[in-house]
């Protein structure tokens, strides 16, 4: 029984998605970050990685989930996915009408979508990845200084979400990366490093004892209010939580 | 062994919070004196009694019932976040983000001393995390801290309403400033434990600023505008989230004879308001909500993210307006609400127009026909007497029968005589020029007209011309046994040009 | 952090030390390889059976850290010191928390091992388990932490019956579902 095991395991990994996803490379660097590394005013420092071009779809994570049925909906432990976890589709293991598989998936919790990176030998990128991809617009790296950069972030941030998600198919960036704004919420890796106080007009550091090391991360550029909607509202997120607009793409170290 | 090691841990847990904060640990206790009084705690009503109570709430502009109940409960409050695409205008949309559904959010009625228990959800197809920072709330961010809620969650927290007052709740979540300026904001009643008077109409208003990249209505869909908002610059200015929401068939409602009573917000983010309503008095305001009332106040100052309670007596039937006085608001961005009041007129009070009757200003005469007939006969050298005279008669009416009257019989005792003058005619004789610097640089002292002395002032008509006071001037030397004459333009030019005679020396 | 795929699969496909299937809401689901100060290592999951409190530290940490480690001890004591309750404390920092450390660690503390396990994870692996307790943390780039503080309590099937912030001093509700749960 014990032998057979990791025969079991290398069968189920390699039943993993067959089509490799794209990865386009990004050159890392330093990068001013809205949540600076010491909590004051540190640049974050990047290496060099890959990211995902697109977010993980609904027909991948459906292709993920047959090959990796402890993942279907009614088999998920809670510890790792709440009620709502993949509710958009019609069922376990179908996608239906409403779930196009062009659609970037949603309803899934950080387990899952680490668990599904697993599966393309990637990982979730951190946030100051994230953070630096999302930055760049067609021409530029980064475009945070344009007016219309922030303009596009925040169109989609004042449309109410009761339309059905559109499809992946946004403008490239100059990465290759499309899709980081106005889709989805997506998971980082450290989602649950964001330390900022859930009562966002407390400037000097939360509850010093609750976060102690140097209080709660206070956030720079705060007319860069684009990028704070995003680090607020991951850091109203467990592991476990799903909403109809978190989705999550994949990344790799160099 | 356990009172050392606990010992150990109060005194590291003091080391640990000075290293954490800089400051030391030892509180020192302020010395007491004898004079002042230390401020005094609210009552404390004590622990919940009863079964629990589930509030109602209710979406603007109408206000839960009154409460009916002399202890303090627990009062189980559930309110969900709701992002939502509606009218802000006619033909111009916006999205909103909404506890309730509405702007302002429901509105929440307890009693001091209720332990409310709050919960706070988040709509699944919420985009936005949200939480709430109920001014009513004492406690770490009003609640705030304890209530960031993720869309498709539900969060809840409890605390006890120590004071009574009208309260403003908005959510905290950043940027706060955006949340509130999408409406996140309503208002939490906190009776005093006797609670209010009774009326007849109890209303919810509240006012907000509304900042879009377009136009003050400008058709189709408008996104917020950050900027405008930075800047203070609203486009719309509105009670109760949308042009219209108190007007027309959604106007507030009462009757003659009836008292009412609204609960008036300001949700801002940005604009105090100057609250008004056109044609009413308010009898009593709770300024701020604050316990104590002012009375008799016609504008009351409504703070951003405060709230008053003003109330007032319905005399006559009418549409009372209910503005922001800061006026442009009100007509070119919105703020503007009706109380129709109906019901049996009652003139003792207000009776309406009485008399609409002709008030002659300066140039009074409707029809200055001969004036300007004069003004070309002039201009073609052709001006007659017989113009003067008529040009003269239609200045005359307004200009200077105001004093000396229609007749020229002039006021006894006041106004000199105009008819059958000596003076006139003394000085249309002798000093014809005295006679032409009267109109000119007026007349101030004694004078005797017709063996009557006078002595007023008589200010200078600066703004006759000189063709004017020559026909003026004309007319009156042939009117009322006056003896007759003429006076032209280059006579008076002349004068003009001379320095004004000294006022006559008073005695 | 290449486990959640093969331990789920590894559930899924039976262990040999679980009698009964795990509870749906119990930690023990994510079957993250411990090592302990003394170097011994083992899933999460071996813990089964006994009630636990977990909290996670660093040993380079010289403010909060000790006092969660002084409060769980204090909890024990107010809880009338159970034979049948772990003290478990993972560190967030595994590149230089090694079983050395942790070993002087727990000496330097004076922690009774009979029930103390002080423990890390593979690298990788630490955010998933800190997601797990709804731990927060960040490292600061001058390899010092800023983390949340959190103890939380595990019945014997690993499902959170008690959580407490409250560090420096024994959290009255706490010790009463210590109590409660692991009797005296």
Redesign the interface.
């Known amino acids: 029984m014990r032998r057979r095991l990791p025969l079991l395991l290398l069968g189920l990994l390699l039943a993993g998605p067959t089509l490799a996803a794209d990865y386009a490379p990004l050159p890392g660097g330093t990068f001013a970050s809205v949540l600076p590394a010491d909590g004051k005013t540190a640049p974050a420092i990047l290496k060099r990685f890959h990211l995902r071009t697109e977010p993980v779809t609904n027909a991948e994570f459906h292709a993920f989930v047959k090959s990796h049925p402890a993942w279907r909906r009614d088999r998920v432990p809670s510890v790792f996915a709440d009620g709502r976890y993949l509710s958009q589709w019609a069922a376990p293991d179908t996608l239906g009408p409403t779930a196009l598989p062009r659609q970037p998936v949603t309803q899934v919790s950080w387990f899952a979508a680490q668990a599904y990176c697993e599966s393309e030998h990637a990982r979730l990128p951190t946030w100051y990845e994230w953070e630096y991809a999302a930055a760049a617009d067609a021409t530029r790296a980064d475009a945070r200084s344009d007016p219309a950069w922030r303009e596009r972030v925040l169109a989609w941030y004042g449309r109410p979400s009761n339309d059905a998600l559109p499809a992946i198919g946004g403008t490239r960036d100059v990465h290759g990366v499309r899709d980081l704004n106005g889709l989805v919420w997506e998971w980082v890796e450290d989602f649950n490093a964001m330390m900022t106080s859930a009562d966002s007009r407390e400037q000097d550091g939360a509850d010093k004892l609750k976060f102690c090391g140097a209080g709660a991360i206070s956030m720079e550029q705060k007319e860069n209010y684009a990028t704070l909607m995003r680090v607020a509202m991951l850091s109203s997120l467990k592991a476990t939580d799903t909403t109809a607009n978190l989705g999550f793409r994949c990344a790799r170290s160099d | 062994m356990?009172r050392l090691?606990?010992t150990?841990?109060?005194a590291?847990?003091m080391l640990?919070?000075a290293?954490?904060?800089g400051k030391q640990a030892a509180d020192v206790a302020l010395p007491a004196t004898a004079a002042a009084a230390p401020l005094s705690a609210p009552t404390d009503f004590g622990p919940p009694q009863g079964q629990p109570i589930h509030a109602v709430l209710t979406s603007p502009p109408n206000v839960p019932p009154a409460i009916h109940r002399n202890y303090p409960a627990k009062v189980i409050v559930e309110l969900e976040v709701i992002?939502?695409?509606m009218p802000i205008s006619e033909g111009v949309s916006y999205?909103y983000w909404t506890f309730g559904g509405t702007v302002p959010g429901s509105f929440i009625r307890v009693r001091q001393g209720d332990t409310v228990e709050f919960h706070l959800k988040n709509s699944?197809?919420?985009?936005?995390?949200h939480?709430i920072?109920l001014h009513g709330v004492t406690g770490?961010?009003g609640g705030?801290?304890?209530?960031?809620?993720?869309?498709?969650?539900e969060s809840q927290f409890t605390f006890k309403a120590l004071n009574q007052g009208i309260y403003v709740y908005h959510c905290?979540?950043?940027?706060?400033g955006?949340h509130i300026a999408n409406g996140m904001y309503g208002l939490i009643l906190v009776e005093p434990p006797e609670g209010l008077p009774k009326v007849d109409h109890e209303y919810y208003v509240m006012q907000g600023d509304f900042y879009t990249t377009g136009k003050y209505r400008e058709k189709g869909h408008q996104?917020?505008d950050?900027d405008k908002a930075i800047d203070e610059r609203p486009t719309y200015v509105l009670f109760n989230g949308h042009e219209g929401s108190l007007t027309g068939d959604k106007a507030l409602t009462a009757k003659v004879g009836q008292s009412v009573r609204l609960f008036v917000g300001n949700g801002g983010p940005n604009l105090v308001s100057s609250f008004h309503v056109i044609g009413e008095i308010f009898d009593r305001v709770q300024q701020e909500g604050g316990l104590h009332p002012q009375e008799n106040v016609q504008t009351t100052l409504i703070p951003s993210g405060g709230a008053a309670i003003v109330e007032f007596h319905t005399d006559v039937p009418g549409s009372y307006v209910l503005v922001d006085h800061s006026i442009f608001r009100a007509f070119n961005k919105g703020a503007m609400g009706i109380l129709k009041v109906d019901g049996p007129e009652n003139k003792a009070i207000y009776s309406g127009k009485e008399v609409d009757s002709v008030y002659l200003g300066d140039r009074a005469e409707p029809n200055l026909h001969a004036v300007s007939t004069a003004a070309k006969a002039n201009a073609a050298g052709t001006l007659s007497k017989e113009d003067q005279i008529a040009a003269g008669k239609q200045l005359f009416t307004g200009t200077c029968s105001v004093c000396h009257q229609a007749n020229g019989e002039g006021l006894p005792g006041v106004f000199p005589p105009l008819a059958k003058s000596d003076l006139i005619a003394k000085l249309v004789k002798e000093d014809k020029n005295k006679l032409i610097g009267i109109p000119l640089h007026g007349l101030t002292g004694k004078v005797t007209v017709n063996g009557t002395e006078y002595n007023s002032v008589m200010p200078p008509m600066t703004q006759l011309t000189d063709d004017e006071v020559s026909n003026l001037l004309t007319y009156v030397l042939n009117s009322w046994g006056n003896p007759g004459g003429q006076v032209t333009k280059d006579e008076v030019s002349k004068v003009r040009a001379q320095p004004a005679p000294a006022p006559a020396a008073e005695h | 952090m290449k486990r959640l795929l093969l331990l789920l699969a590894l559930c899924l496909a039976g262990t040999a030390h679980a009698a009964s299937p795990l509870p749906t809401d119990s930690l023990y689901q994510l079957a993250v390889p411990l090592t302990d100060q003394d170097g011994h290592s083992a899933p999460l999951a071996t813990r089964r059976g006994t009630p636990q409190i977990v909290s996670m530290f660093y040993t380079s940490c010289t403010m909060v850290c000790p006092m969660i480690i002084d409060t769980m001890k204090a909890t024990r004591h107010a809880a009338g010191e159970p034979a049948q309750l772990g003290l478990l404390a993972v560190s967030f920092d595994p590149e230089r928390d090694n079983v050395d450390a942790l070993r002087r660690y727990a000496a330097g503390h004076k922690l009774d091992m009979r029930y103390w396990t002080l423990a890390r994870t593979q690298p990788q692996d630490t955010r998933a388990l800190a997601a797990l307790l709804g731990v927060q943390y960040r490292k600061l780039p001058d390899g010092d932490f800023n983390h949340s503080s959190t103890l939380l309590l595990l019945d014997g099937e690993g499902r959170i019956v008690a959580r407490s912030s409250i560090i420096g001093r024994t959290d009255p509700e706490f010790v009463a579902a210590v109590r409660k749960l692991a009797g005296s």
């Open positions: 356990s090691l606990s150990m841990l109060a590291a847990g640990a919070l290293a954490c904060t992002e939502k695409e999205t699944p197809t919420s985009k936005m995390p939480n920072d770490p961010g705030a801290a304890s209530s960031f809620t993720a869309p498709g969650h905290a979540t950043a940027p706060v955006m996104p917020f950050m």
